[in-house]
């Protein structure tokens, strides 16, 4: 690992007025002519949000990663969230309001924005508010440059399909909520596309010869939000929350269906909530959702043209009332409580990537 530079005052009064001096320089040239355009703001709809479906080199699922020895001692003592461990216990850097790197910032239930301006596609994300810029003026990457917690990403246009090639990672991430670690060798190139007017699919494939004895796959799939703004997000306000959410349930947990939703309030989600589900074709029906003392919520949908029976898993209330789901299909619930507990709105998202809104309540 290299060294931070420790610049002094006049070094840094002298930066401050001369940055064009120490800029990095395009190598090739500033108009780049390209058919793509990903700009709007997407939400993701992945068969799994929060973590990764991997694949090795020829595209094939696995499920053990094939860590190097470097990498299995390292695997050995991160400790994600989950099972034994909690926020409280967990060394997980997201739960310290760190930065989650590439490709972990893509396991975030959070919106992105991407913006493209001459020579740079940006994306903005909502969750913590990280800016990743992906230069698309043929520069190279810089040479023996500081590593840092996103990278430096480059761009280059195929037809469509905008190429990611990023490097200069440190290795203070981790790539994915299960505590698979990487080293600073890390290189990553995505391939962004949208597939259709409202899908962007982002094929990922890394390689880290430290860490790991061959290529890893994976793939991100997000929709797009007309109409949607990045909203504030505080990291250090809903970690301070959360701990006093742990903290007040224990440290071992409790059922998570039976946790409390917001500090000093004594009601649970346990129970009936009824209301409406509006389809991704627009069609708005009448909706219930029952949640069990046992962490299990099943979603009903009686009409004549449309029967839906969801059996959700591992229901579980995280800080600030955010409610989250799994069901044995892989379809993901992701809700949000009203500070009362009264009241609860959310997503659903199919293994398709169709997304479904439900708006329910409750005595």
């Not at 890390?186 to 391939?191: K, Q, S």
């Not at 997000?233 to 301070?240: G, P, S, V």
């Not at 007040?248 to 000093?264: I, P, Y």
């Amino acid at each position: 690992m290299k060294i931070p530079r420790i610049v002094s005052l006049a070094g840094a009064t002298l930066f401050l007025f001369s940055s064009p001096l120490f800029s990095q320089t395009p190598t090739g040239s500033q108009k780049v002519a390209h058919a793509g355009d990903l700009t709007g703001v997407w939400y993701p709809s992945s068969v799994n949000t929060f973590n990764f479906i991997w694949a090795d080199p020829q595209g094939q699922h696995i499920n053990a990663l094939p860590l190097t020895p470097w990498g299995q001692e390292k695997f050995k003592g991160n400790h994600p969230i989950g099972g034994e461990y909690t926020a409280l216990t967990s060394n997980d850097p997201n739960s310290e309001c760190l930065p989650p790197g590439v490709p972990n910032i893509y396991t975030h239930a959070y919106p992105v924005e991407i913006l493209q301006v001459q020579g740079r596609a940006i994306m903005f994300f909502e969750y913590g508010h990280f800016v990743r810029q992906i230069f698309t003026d043929g520069r190279d990457h810089p040479q023996d440059a500081n590593p840092t917690w996103m990278g430096d990403s480059t761009g280059k246009w195929e037809g469509d399909t905008l190429v990611v090639d990023s490097t200069g990672f440190n290795d203070q991430t981790w790539l994915d909520v299960a505590g698979h670690p990487h080293s600073e060798a890390l290189h990553i190139v995505e391939r962004m596309r949208r597939v259709d007017h409202d899908t962007l699919m982002i094929d990922i494939t890394l390689d880290d010869p430290l860490a790991y004895t061959s290529t890893l796959k994976t793939q991100r799939k997000y929709i797009l939000k007309p109409g949607w703004n990045i909203m504030e997000y505080i990291c250090e306000d809903t970690r301070a929350k959360f701990d006093d959410f742990e903290k007040k349930v224990g440290a071992k947990g409790t059922k998570t269906a039976e946790a409390t939703v917001e500090s000093g309030s004594s009601r649970s989600i346990v129970g009936d909530w009824k209301g409406t589900i509006t389809l991704a074709d627009g069609r708005s029906l009448p909706a219930a959702f029952s949640f069990s003392v046992s962490s299990n919520g099943l979603l009903t949908v009686a009409d004549p043209s449309v029967s839906m029976n969801l059996q959700f898993r591992n229901v579980a209330v995280a800080a600030g009332g955010i409610v989250t789901g799994l069901t044995s299909d892989q379809v993901n619930f992701l809700g949000k409580l009203s500070p009362d507990g009264k009241n609860m709105t959310g997503d659903i998202i199919l293994p398709s990537g169709t997304g479904h809104k439900i708006s329910m309540s409750r005595p």
